[in-house]
C-alpha cells in the first residue's frame, strides 16, 4: 500500500497565502516525480505542479509566478507554496505520487484531497 496524507488546506482572501503538504508512506522503493492537482466544482481534475526527485519543476501557466512546488526526499513528502491566491484558485487540491512499490510495481497514488477556498 502507498498511502498519500494531505494537509494545510482552507479559507484565505484573494491576495492571501496558504502552504499544501503531502506525506507519502507505505511500501515505496522509488518515487519517480510528485505533484499537485486541483479540481474546481464542475470541471477536471487538472494538474498545478508537479517535481521529480531530481528537482526538476513544471507549473500551470496560471499558477506560474505565484506558486512554488518543493519536496523533502528522505522523508517523501511534497509541498505547495500558494502566495498570491486568487478566487478561482478556489478548489479542491489532490496530491499524486508516482513511482515503484518495494516488489517492482509501478504505482500512481493519490490524496485524500484537500479544499483550498479564496474569498474575493
Known amino acids: 500500500q502507498v498511502q498519500l496524507v494531505e494537509s494545510g488546506g482552507g479559507l484565505v482572501q484573494a491576495g492571501g497565502s496558504l502552504r499544501l503538504s503531502c506525506a507519502a508512506s507505505?511500501?515505496?522503493?522509488?518515487?519517480?516525480?510528485m505533484g499537485w492537482y486541483h479540481q474546481a466544482p464542475g470541471k477536471q481534475r487538472e494538474l498545478v505542479a508537479s517535481?521529480?526527485?531530481?528537482?526538476?519543476?513544471n507549473y500551470a501557466d496560471s499558477v506560474k509566478g505565484r506558486f512554488t512546488i518543493s519536496r523533502d526526499n528522505a522523508k517523501n513528502t511534497v509541498y505547495l507554496q500558494m502566495n498570491s491566491l486568487k478566487p478561482e484558485d478556489t478548489a479542491v487540491y489532490y496530491c499524486?505520487?508516482?513511482?515503484?512499490?518495494?516488489?517492482?510495481?509501478?504505482?500512481?497514488?493519490w490524496g485524500q484531497g484537500i479544499q483550498v477556498t479564496v474569498s474575493s
Open positions: 499524486n505520487v508516482a513511482g515503484t512499490t518495494d516488489w517492482g510495481a509501478s504505482f500512481r497514488s
Open positions: 507505505g511500501s515505496i522503493f522509488k518515487i519517480n516525480a
Open positions: 517535481i521529480t526527485t531530481g528537482g526538476s519543476t
